[in-house]
Structure formats: C-alpha cells, structure tokens
C-alpha cells in the first residue's frame, strides 16, 4: 500500500510514442512533456519511495523480535507451516 499525499504533478498522462529513443532500454517512445514535468515526476516519485522506505524500515524495527523468532524457526526447520508462524505471531 503506497502512502499517497497530494500530488504536485497531477494525473499521470504520459503514454504516446514518436521518433525517439529511449536511453538504456532500446525502445522507442515519445517524450511528450518538458524537462522541469520531468524533474516534478522524478521529485514526486522520489517522495512516495522515501515515504515507503521509511514506513517499511519503521515496521520492521517495531517486529524485530517477532522477525527474530520466525527467523529463527527458520533456520532450525527450513520450511513453516501456516500454524506454526501463527503460533510464533501469537507468542510475540
């Protein structure tokens, strides 16, 4: 679930293809907004990655021990079954 905020770029309508390459992937497609759309994109894009790094990084420090435990588990078992990690959720 991405973290949505409101958003300076608007709608994204970028989609249409013309005479120009493409660096890095070979493909054809039209560029059809300017470099500072670009730079808003690549600025809002940014936000919404940062914003779900940090929630992940948060969720998993707050789950540390239960990470912990299912790892550990893990390690002696290799493979869990669905009622043996909720057996070791509940007891975390």
Do not use: C
């Not at 790094?53 to 707050?62: A, D």
């Amino acid at each position: 679930m991405f973290l949505w905020h409101e958003r300076k770029a608007g709608p994204p309508h970028i989609r249409e293809k013309t005479d120009i390459l493409v660096p890095g992937n070979g493909v054809w497609g039209r560029k059809n907004y300017s470099e500072e759309t670009a730079r808003e994109i690549d600025g809002e894009v940014k936000k919404v990655i940062t914003a779900n790094y940090e929630r992940v990084k948060k969720l998993l420090e707050e789950n540390r021990t239960l990470l912990d435990a299912l790892a550990k588990k893990l390690e002696e078992k290799e493979v869990l079954s669905g009622e043996e990690v909720e057996a070791i959720v509940k007891q975390a």
